[in-house]
């Protein structure tokens, strides 16, 4: 056990940790867009608020819930200490430090969108989960179609979305690259794969908004 945490502990495992708790969160994205996506029937929301009920009164659901909020605040910490960790190590080696001469501007957006993901997270689950979850709102669907139907709201999504594909995109194959998987000749395909939850995932994510917004808000309305 003391080997495991003193590797966990580690510069090596950290990123580790960080590459399989990032693939794991990349996984829930598919769930949550899948469930999401209910929000696009002509049904005045009944599927999606049914689904929301589910996901809300399954023990089981709830159980890995709690594990899923654990593995966040360990992508988040761990990433915390590994860019802290970096910037330490960068001081000691330079004694003027200069930030575009020691740092990839990669490595520099990774960190702001990084940080940006995490207030839209924090925005996200103030403005549904603590409803659905915390308050008791039974009808989760009317929340979401009123809230997209506020401008504000659309673009501040729309925006998230394109900051969250960009962290996607290279926080994907950074994660495959540090387990060693991104070889020539899985290369292909691990690319393949990175389109489809840097771009696809984003895109499916953004109709919903957009729909609500210009054409679901007024057909949702009518059959409340």
Not at 54 to 78: C, D, K, Q, S, Y
């Amino acid at each position: 056990m003391n080997a495991f945490f003193a590797f966990i502990n580690s510069s090596v495992g950290k990123k580790i940790l960080m590459s399989l708790t990032g693939i794991f969160l990349c996984t829930f994205l598919v769930e949550h867009l899948a469930g999401n996506l209910l929000l696009l029937k002509k049904d005045g929301g009944e599927a999606f608020d049914a689904y929301a009920h589910f996901m809300g009164g399954n023990p089981i659901v709830r159980t890995l819930e709690i594990g899923l909020f654990a593995i966040i605040l360990i992508h988040i910490i761990n990433g915390t200490f590994i860019w802290f960790s970096n910037r330490r190590a960068r001081d000691k080696r330079y004694a003027s430090y200069k930030l575009e001469e020691n740092t990839t501007f990669q490595s520099r957006m990774m960190a702001v969108s990084a940080s940006l993901v995490f207030v839209f997270l924090v925005v996200h689950l103030a403005k549904f989960w603590v409803p659905a979850r915390i308050l008791g709102e039974q009808n989760l669907s009317s929340l979401v179609y009123a809230t997209f139907r506020q401008t504000f709201f659309v673009v501040f999504y729309l925006v998230a979305l394109v900051v969250l594909s960009y962290h996607l995109r290279h926080g994907f194959q950074s994660a495959f690259q540090t387990l060693g998987w991104k070889t020539k000749r899985y290369g292909g395909l691990i690319e393949f794969i990175a389109v489809l939850f840097w771009l696809v995932i984003p895109i499916g994510f953004a109709i919903i908004p957009l729909y609500i917004y210009f054409y679901g808000g007024s057909a949702v309305a009518m059959m409340r």
